[in-house]
């Protein structure tokens, strides 16, 4: 089983040292690192690297003149993957030793499948706590692209990309990983992905997604969802179809309602949808002020 893990690193240092040892310590190591320097003003980081990196593991370093953002170094990583499966990594994210063995033992089995997720770790930096979420609601491993629409329309979640390992053919030949379909694309893109070839659900705890301010995944407001919502409609209408389908639009506030009219997209104005956005909000109030016992007993009421 061979894979690639693509690293896009803008001026992250606080974590850099930590996830090159973590990327070092797979129990299953990858074949490449597409390493991307987005502008750094460092002429030592290649070094700094390699001082790290298992010498089992090949560096592909590509640098960027100037800092062009994670989502077009990504788009320039992908065109340089080698092998079968691949993980894309952020700086914060920390993978178990175990991560990559197990995920792709489940990808191997089931290659009709195109990525494998696990359950969500939040790492809070702000209050130095760790909180545990299981899909509880998902009780199996496969799902075909029928079944998932049903899953989605049944329940209120999503797939936190830190956890997803991919098999690259199927992400390489059709995906909305690209920089016209916005900030969120990695997000869209795990949909889209979902509603045309299923997906596999790895019950296990494997890798953490660091919470902290700043971030680059903060919540969008409703103008930016808004004009998302418009692009995918013109350009992707059969995949805008089933987001709306699923109800996948809650992140917008439920005052999205007078977007809704005024631009006419009246699909997307359900109860459904109402109910969802309430409880999404409240969710994301709540999510880090309860104790761990509780939250996934919450994420599946919530869910």
């Known amino acids: 089983m061979n894979y690639d893990l693509i690293f896009s690193f803008y001026n992250d240092y606080k974590f850099l040292k930590g996830t ?30 390699l001082k790290y990196l298992n010498e089992k593991v090949n560096l592909i370093y590509i640098k960027n003149e100037i800092n062009i953002g ?54 809070n930096e702000m209050n130095n706590k760790k909180y545990f979420i299981k899909y509880s609601f998902l009780k199996k491993d496969k799902y075909s692209n029928y079944e998932v629409k049903k899953i989605f329309k049944q329940h209120q979640f999503k797939i936190y990309h830190n956890t997803v390992f991919f098999r690259s053919n199927y992400f390489l030949n059709s995906h909305l990983f690209k920089p016209s379909y916005g900030d969120r694309c990695d997000m869209l893109n795990l949909y889209y992905i979902s509603f ?50 699923c109800c996948l639009h809650y992140d917008f506030s439920p005052f999205a309602i007078y977007f809704f009219l005024k631009f006419k997209l009246y ?28 939250l996934t007993f919450l994420f599946n009421i919530f869910n």
């Open 267 to 294: 699909e997307a104005i359900s109860l459904k949808w109402i109910v969802r956005s309430v409880k999404f909000k409240i969710w994301k109030k709540i999510r880090f002020l309860v104790p761990n016992c509780l």
């Open 70 to 123: 994670t989502i077009k170094s990504i788009n320039i990583a992908l065109e340089k993957i080698k092998s079968t499966f691949f993980y894309i990594c952020s700086s914060d994210d920390i993978m178990y030793q175990n991560f990559a063995k197990e995920s792709l033992e489940k990808l191997n089995d089931n290659p009709e499948y195109p990525f494998v997720f696990s359950n969500i770790i939040i790492n």
């Open 20 to 49: 090159i040892i973590s990327i070092s310590s797979q129990a299953l190591l990858p074949n490449n690192l597409i390493f991307i320097d987005d502008g750094n003003n460092d002429n030592k980081l290649k070094d700094f690297i």
């Open 196 to 245: 045309k070839h299923g997906f596999l659900y790895l019950d296990q705890n494997l890798s953490e997604f660091t919470f902290r301010q700043g971030q680059q995944g903060r919540p969008k407001n409703d103008k930016y969802l808004l004009n998302e919502l418009i692009f995918l409609k013109k350009h992707n209408h059969l995949f805008y179809r089933n987001y709306i389908n």
